[in-house]
């Protein structure tokens, strides 16, 4: 039992004076923030049609991301890392999913009818999906999914995505899951006792930021219009004719978010998605 409530008060000042919790939270406020403009931006161009199904709108799942992106600052507010992987692991999951609408659209002949037995498995995950009926589907199907996509499969291996995947899946599982001691929330005053702050923060952080990049990758390598700067409809919704290749330019923000964290992938990443999409990143 807390002899206090003025124990949680404590964490949380705690937190609020120190620096490399300050610097952790601004990130991930920065990543929220990215996401949420990101949507703005996607919204009514991540449409996705599936025979059978039909339209689907991802959208929902930027928007609830952002959200979970907010509540994952709200337990490293309170010290609970334990609560904020947890959270991060949701978080990839639902990032991920809004790839594999795009990635399973593509495969999907939505001028065929067909029966809704006649869908393939990935279909089938999105007709349960959209019907509220999803069950045991594997963040690992997802992956697979998106990496035999013929506009990813080649970068998932040169950037070495899968080994990088499974290396913070673990650490996630064993978060969500309580694998053992060092898997559980700790008072602040704990953490500061054991010097562990610095580390915590900054492995948080780094894998915030590497999920949230993976995503970005892989999903303007599948839909690159989505990151495509408001400039091209603009001069449409007016009247205009757009300047030549001004479809291909690409919001300020995406650019530079992209440049801000491209060292965890890699250097070369957006050279790589400036050859392979012709966004002007």
Partial sequence: MFSSINEFEL??????????????????TQIRDFLSELGY?????????????????????????????????????????????????????????????????????FTQFVDIHQLNEDEKNIWDWVHNQQKGLHIGSVLKCIAS????????????LKDSFDKLADKLNNYVH??????????????????????????????????????????????????????????LEVGDTPPDGSQYWVAPFVSNFINSHKDVLDERCDNYLREKTGMQI
């Avoid at 009514?44 to 339209?55: E, H, K, L, V």
């Avoid at 929902?60 to 490293?76: F, G, Q, V």
């Fill in 41 to 109: 931006l996607a919204f009514g161009r991540d449409m996705s049609i599936f025979r059978r199904i039909g339209a689907v709108n991802g959208n929902i799942i930027l928007d609830s991301a952002t959200r979970t992106m907010e509540s994952i600052r709200y337990c490293c507010m309170n010290a609970n890392l334990a609560d904020a992987y947890s959270l991060l692991r949701k978080y990839r999951d639902d990032l991920f999913y809004y790839v594999y609408l795009f990635a399973v659209a593509d495969n999907s002949d």
């Fill in 178 to 235: 309580s694998n053992g001691r060092l898997f559980y929330n700790e008072p602040y005053s704990k953490l500061v006792t054991e010097n562990k702050i610095k580390e915590e923060c900054k492995e948080l952080d780094e894998a915030a930021i590497f999920i949230t990049m993976t995503f970005l990758f892989l999903v303007v390598l599948i839909n690159p219009l989505l990151i495509m700067s408001y400039d091209y409809i603009d001069y």
């Fill in 11 to 28: 964490n949380r000042n705690g937190v609020s004076t120190n620096q490399d919790f300050v610097c952790l939270i601004d990130s991930l």
């Fill in 149 to 160: 996509h013929p506009l990813a499969r080649k970068a998932v291996k040169d950037f070495k």
